[in-house]
């Protein structure tokens, strides 16, 4: 059986995807709680990015994954991918907190030597991805896989320090076991390393590239 404490694999320097693009809408209503849920990262929020880390929620449904961050000791995540049984399923994630803030997914006490040369405050140079499952006789449907990775190529593309992909069980071992063994790890693992990157549409390829734009002397309203 698959050990979650195990889950972990480094992103390579190349074959980093040129574009990837979500479809992420907010869960309604959770801007009113990203104060109280979420803390300014320590790091720069593009080149200090390290890390995604992978979680379950132990709950069967994005509502109650949610509830937790209004709790009086919240804990919060970046994106929950929707279990079968609900409607979003194969549709869309939920971004749930910005990218730019540190949300709460790990304990600031843990580490791993293999993630990030042992550094601790994990949530500060890391994004949490959580799939809503039940841990118990749950299995992952194909397309929460399939989600999960994409968020996590996405993350590559968008974040030039990405590093690593990790479980909360490798963090975390002595309290924490998600995403479980039912999670396919080497599958999920190949469609990261892998997969396709999306086709440039039409009129994305009619812009000319930034590198063969000339250096302009004119004064604007974006000059610093």
Same mark, same amino acid.
């Given at each position: 059986?698959?050990?979650?404490?195990?889950?972990?694999?480094?992103l390579?320097?190349?074959g980093?995807?040129?574009?990837?693009?979500?479809?992420?809408?907010?869960?309604?209503?959770?801007q009113?709680y990203w104060?109280?849920?979420?803390?300014?990262?320590?790091?720069?929020p593009?080149?200090?990015i390290?890390?995604?880390?992978?979680?379950a929620?132990?709950?069967s449904? !994005?509502? *109650?994954?949610?509830? #937790?961050?209004? =709790?009086?000791?919240?804990?919060?995540?970046? $994106?929950?991918?929707?279990?079968?049984?609900?409607p979003?399923?194969?549709?869309?994630?939920?971004?749930?907190?910005?990218?730019?803030?540190?949300?709460?997914?790990?304990?600031?006490?843990v580490s791993h030597?293999?993630?990030?040369?042992?550094?601790?405050?994990?949530?500060?140079? !890391?994004? *949490?991805?959580?799939? #809503?499952?039940? =841990?118990i006789?749950?299995?992952?449907s194909? $397309?929460?896989?399939?989600?999960?990775a994409?968020?996590?190529?996405?993350?590559?593309?968008?974040?030039?320090?990405?590093?690593?992909?990790?479980?909360?069980?490798?963090?975390?071992?002595d309290?924490?076991a998600?995403p479980?063994?039912?999670?396919?790890?080497?599958?999920?693992?190949?469609?990261?390393?892998?997969?396709?990157?999306?086709?440039v549409?039409?009129?994305v390829?009619?812009a000319?590239?930034?590198?063969?734009?000339?250096?302009?002397?004119?004064q604007?309203?974006?000059?610093?």
């Amino acid at each position: 059986m698959a050990n979650p404490t195990q889950y972990q694999f480094d992103l390579p320097k190349k074959g980093r995807p040129s574009e990837v693009i979500l479809n992420e809408p907010w869960y309604p209503g959770i801007q009113k709680y990203w104060s109280s849920c979420t803390t300014k990262r320590s790091v720069d929020p593009i080149l200090g990015i390290k890390a995604v880390v992978i979680h379950a929620t132990a709950g069967s449904s !994005s509502e *109650g994954a949610i509830s #937790v961050m209004k =709790q009086p000791e919240p804990a919060s995540f970046h $994106w929950l991918v929707p279990d079968e049984n609900e409607p979003q399923h194969g549709y869309f994630v939920w971004a749930c907190v910005p990218e730019a803030l540190a949300a709460w997914h790990v304990r600031n006490s843990v580490s791993h030597k293999d993630v990030n040369e042992n550094a601790k405050k994990v949530n500060h140079w !890391s994004l *949490g991805i959580e799939v #809503v499952n039940t =841990q118990i006789s749950d299995p992952f449907s194909t $397309w929460q896989i399939e989600a999960t990775a994409r968020i996590v190529r996405y993350c590559w593309a968008k974040y030039p320090n990405l590093a690593h992909v990790v479980s909360h069980a490798r963090l975390d071992p002595d309290r924490r076991a998600d995403p479980g063994s039912n999670f396919d790890w080497n599958k999920f693992k190949e469609l990261v390393l892998n997969g396709e990157n999306d086709s440039v549409s039409d009129l994305v390829a009619l812009a000319t590239p930034a590198t063969k734009i000339k250096n302009s002397a004119a004064q604007g309203c974006c000059s610093g």
